[in-house]
């Protein structure tokens, strides 16, 4: 199958990395192509220790928001190893070509591949003259006089901003995983929670509460999560914990996501249970109103 192919790392999604998805669609449609992203299973900064190593979503949370907000089905996924790392740039296109059936590539203007990053996107162009295929090279994108860039978005997460996160996303920062048991204590106290764990080398979000919106076999349900160790009861692992708004089901072992509207208050360590029974009703009611808004805006 010949593919349209937008080519990057794509960590966190943002409106610098829509602008190649659009361009990839755009060729795709133009050229009887189906559009893809073609990416690497770990970014290169990383694996040679260089800059932050968290990533704002997971490879799985990638592929979601990548079909869900963008309309990309196909995701392929280069082995960041040691073949790769090597390759010299001139077998960067022709190996597109024969592993992935590319016939049509699409990268922004800092876009570098290879063996010591040699290759750029005007090699990329050339390379795609001399082939016949198509080749397009994509502006950076800036808000507010600035590049959108991930390094920008992690800030704002870890200051938990995330409206302001979201304008440079344009969409909700997301986070999914598979629901693991807990204590069972928010069910005790009439407000049953799942618990997500945050993955290895993915930025936990300022630790605290948010209204957030969970997707559960494809319906969406209004909630609240705490970002955090839950010091009240004692917990250690970092992750969220949801409780969804007027959902009874069953959900241990089963993938959720959930998107984070905004912040309502830090995690704090309360004197008791009964402390945290009447915080945790405040939360509810500020995360329903603030939600209103939201829908209000969006839906």
Known sequence: MP??????????IHIGHAALLRKALEMASQGGLTAAVCTLDRSPASAFGRGDKRLINSPDDRRYILKRFFGIDEVFELKFDLRMQTLAPQEFVPMLVSDFGARGLVCGQSYTFGDGARGNAETLRNDCERLGLDCAVVDEVRLDGEAVSSTRIRSLLEQGETLAAQRLLGHPHILGGVVEHGRALGRTLGFPTANLPIPDGVLAPRY???????????????????????????GAKVGAEVHIFDFSGDIYGKRISIEFDRFIRPERKFDDISALEVQVERDKFVAKEALKVTRRTTD
Do not use: H, M, S
């Open 3 to 12: 593919y349209a192919l937008a080519l990057g790392f794509f960590d966190g």
């Open 208 to 234: 605290g509460v948010y209204a957030v919106r969970a997707e559960v076999d494809g319906k969406r349900f209004d909630g609240i999560a705490n970002v955090g160790e839950k010091p009240t009861v004692g």
